[in-house]
């Protein structure tokens, strides 16, 4: 019904905003992905939408990307994920994060999401395989097997996706596995 809103950002209150459009006021839930590229309150924003309409409430979800906002609409159609869980699954995760999980069937990244457990992260993977991730060949994220080594490490050591993600971007390309492992350490301690 509503697929998206232009107008200006009125509000910021995490995880909802306010978009005003024309003098009229959507309150709109956004994941916090889509929360942090924000701009300021007073300027324009545009968001994709979907709307919900339940017995008790009407509610607008808002994302930053159509990507985004289809793998929202992916999620809420497994058994068992309504919006808030799929809003909180794209709140730790963003959508190419997801995506790379379910093409790896990863089960242990989607834990790591509040309020997915483990039998609710393996339905993820078993409903979403072929349907997100699909497209995905091992080498889609050009990440060599030694960098996704690393990035393994990093995640066992209790490092988030970001922290990890954001380290091993620092490192040069033909580094080694237990030398980027140091390097990467070396960066996230300071």
Do not use: W
């Amino acid at each position: 019904m509503i697929g998206k809103l232009t107008g200006i950002l009125s509000e910021k209150n995490p995880p909802q905003v306010l978009v005003d459009c024309n003098g009229v006021g959507y309150e709109v839930d956004v994941p916090m992905s889509t929360f942090y590229n924000l701009p300021a309150t007073g300027e324009r924003v545009s968001l994709f939408t979907h709307f919900v309409v339940r017995e008790d409430a009407q509610i607008l979800y808002g994302f930053g990307t159509p990507s985004e906002r289809a793998t929202f609409r992916l999620l809420i159609k497994i058994s068992g994920v309504g919006p808030r869980t799929a809003l909180g699954v794209l709140s730790g995760m963003s959508a190419d994060e997801l995506a790379r999980a379910v093409s790896d069937q990863e089960a242990g990244r989607l834990t790591k999401v509040p309020g997915i457990g483990k039998k609710t992260a393996e339905r993820l993977l078993l409903e979403l395989k072929g349907k997100l991730g699909a497209d995905l060949g091992p080498n889609m994220f050009s990440t060599p097997d030694h960098q996704s080594d690393i990035l393994q490490a990093l995640l066992a050591l209790g490092y988030s996706d970001k922290e990890a993600s954001a380290a091993l971007k620092a490192l040069p390309a033909d580094v080694g596995v237990s030398d980027g492992i140091k390097l990467a350490l070396k960066s996230l301690a300071k």
